[in-house]
């Protein structure tokens, strides 16, 4: 199993762990349910350590793909940029979820305050968590690229134009 390898299994658990979060809190929220809300702050501390191994098999999995046909170096280095963000925000996250948590152990007074403020924080974290996840996507997936036309065959070299024989 190589850095590439690993980069692909790992860079699923902090995107889909900050979106689990953000519904297991919004359902704790609708719910009015502490406990459901307090397993929302454990899957997003989970979110944020596990972005370290995502972020930090990026370059090897770079180093990788960037000799591949059809890899380009603009888009690597726009999902690593967006990388690097994710990781400090999904990591600020991750502190805000634990405060939270100990808020509420200790029936703090400012917990509520600080379950609304996580929320808010997932759903830009969710945002960003999108991006990350598209940006890594379009390095190898040129079906998910701007641009590329719906059911348009890009493999020919034609540029997917079909001639009319009329």
Not at 9 to 34: D, E, R, S, Y
């Amino acid at each position: 199993m190589n850095q590439a390898h690993l980069h692909l299994l790992l860079n699923h658990l902090p995107i889909l762990g900050t979106l689990f979060g953000l519904l297991i809190l919004a359902a704790g929220f609708v719910m009015k349910n502490n406990p459901v809300k307090r397993t929302a702050m454990g899957v997003f501390v989970f979110a944020a350590v596990t972005a370290i191994p995502a972020y930090l098999t990026g370059e090897g999995a770079e180093e990788i793909v960037e000799n591949l046909a059809g890899a380009s170096e603009n888009l690597m280095e726009k999902h690593e940029e967006l990388a690097n963000i994710f990781l400090w925000v999904v990591g600020v996250l991750g502190l805000i979820s634990l405060a939270t948590l100990y808020a509420d152990l200790k029936s703090k007074k400012i917990a509520p305050l600080l379950y609304t403020t996580t929320l808010v924080m997932a759903l830009g974290t969710m945002v960003l968590a999108q991006q990350v996840g598209t940006s890594g996507g379009e390095i190898r997936h040129t079906e998910i690229r701007p641009g590329i036309a719906a059911g348009a065959d890009n493999t020919s070299g034609g540029g997917g134009e079909e001639d009319d024989d009329d």
